[in-house]
């Protein structure tokens, strides 16, 4: 009996400190930014309110008033359209250590068909770390076999995973690399053409296989199909009703996945694209998206300028191609802005960086109706700073996901409030 009492003792006491632990909940209802500037693509800041309501921005403009909204004073702030992460791990892993944590790579080469949405997990620690960050939104990346899965755009705010999806998947296709991987890569010429060969013969009878299953599948024999996951994720792709993320970074690969690419007559987007900067004639000739970083990187050959990371999306940007930033990161999705603004720096200016973060991604999603600007009728993603998002020294005073009103509070600023005066 006694240990009865003292074990459920020991638990109150564990369940009270956990609660201490908990992120103040997100609240909804009509919100009034009143006071502020709104940074607009095109015209810079403007002075104007905006009104959010339904998770909906119903209004930007100035002197608006509504009797039963929350009003918050946004005086010397600006108002920003929440930051896009076009590629990162977040919601599918948790502790790198801990392989039960890790929900991004699955057993097998080709599996288009395993979706990252069913993986995410709302409750992940990471997700308020980034966010608080002025990130409302990221793509999450499946990662591991040749087709690894289907990557979901998720906001940073749910309680499902389908509370959080945002309107956009994909299938990833990682593109083999050629020649040797690395220092300690001891593999003759002739073993790396052989790989090379075998890479290309299954990735043609799997294009293949997937080709006719697409073409049966719009007849009448459809109903004679046996239901392969594996083919049916990819009809979209043959049909060029959505877009293959092909992941592919050296020059040699990315020349070879344009023609591999114009010789299958689909619609893609290029992911990683580190040596974009030596192969923009040909990204810019076929108008390929692409979607780079991190920004914050090492060079990739010892020939390298020490910048080069830093200024390959400027010059992809300023020679005409689209060009959107990820971090490919987990934790550290909170760093976009700051792989944004070395991009600023290095070439690209605040004006086409913030773009790459935003409205950019938006459209290369197909989403840009909906997300990417702070403009009426688009879903209410909006955080308010008082300077430069950029800048490691910016504060965000506000954060709102989905119209809900995002307490700026995450494990860090726990960690912080609770040692500070220890």
Not at 139 to 153: D, M, N
Not at 236 to 255: G, Q, T, W
Request: hydrophobic share 35%; glycine share 8%.
């Amino acid at each position: 009996m006694k240990l009865n009492s003292i074990y459920i003792i020991l638990l109150l006491a564990i369940a009270t400190f956990a609660n201490g632990q908990q992120i103040t909940k997100a609240t909804t209802g009509i919100f009034l930014l009143k006071n502020g500037e709104v940074y607009t693509h095109d015209n810079g800041k403007i002075k104007a309110d905006v009104l959010m309501q339904d998770g909906i921005i119903k209004e930007v403009s100035e002197m608006i008033e509504h009797p039963g909204a929350k009003k918050f004073d946004c005086t010397g702030l600006t108002i920003y359209p929440g930051m896009i992460d076009s590629g990162t791990k977040i919601g599918l892993a948790e502790v790198s250590s801990v392989s039960l944590t890790q929900d991004h790579n699955e057993i097998g080469e080709f599996t288009p068909h395993m979706k990252a949405l069913t993986a995410v997990n709302p409750s992940s620690v990471n997700i308020p770390v980034n966010r608080v960050n002025g990130i409302t939104t990221a793509l999450s990346v499946p990662s591991g076999g040749r087709f690894p899965g289907t990557a979901a755009l998720i906001n940073l705010y749910g309680y499902t995973p389908n509370d959080m999806y945002a309107g956009f998947s994909a299938v990833v296709f990682n593109y083999p690399s050629t020649g040797k991987r690395g220092s300690w890569d001891r593999r003759s010429d002739e073993d790396i053409k052989k790989a090379e060969e075998k890479a290309n013969k299954k990735i043609k009878d799997f294009i293949s296989k997937a080709r006719l299953y697409t073409k049966i599948s719009g007849t009448d024999k459809a109903s004679s199909l046996d239901y392969n996951p594996q083919l049916n994720a990819l009809v979209p792709i043959i049909n060029k009703e959505a877009p293959l993320l092909v992941e592919v970074n050296k020059k040699s690969d990315i020349l070879s996945a344009i023609s591999w690419v114009n010789e299958n007559d689909i619609n893609v987007i290029f992911t990683g694209v580190s040596e974009g900067y030596l192969v923009i004639d040909s990204l810019l000739k076929y108008n390929i998206p692409v979607i780079t970083g991190p920004i914050l990187n090492n060079p990739g050959r010892s020939s390298d300028h020490y910048n080069i990371g830093y200024s390959n999306a400027g010059k992809m940007q300023k020679a005409g191609i689209k060009v959107a930033i990820r971090t490919n990161e987990t934790e550290n999705v909170r760093n976009l802005p700051y792989n944004a603004g070395f991009a600023a720096a290095y070439g690209m200016g605040f004006k086409e960086a913030f773009k790459a973060v935003t409205i950019n991604a938006a459209e290369m999603f197909g989403i840009e109706n909906k997300y990417g600007s702070v403009e009426r009728t688009k879903v209410a993603n909006v955080f308010v700073t008082d300077g430069d998002p950029f800048e490691t020294k910016t504060t965000i005073k506000y954060l709102f996901i989905d119209g809900y009103n995002i307490p700026l509070e995450s494990r860090h600023t726990y960690l912080y409030d609770e040692f500070l005066e220890r």
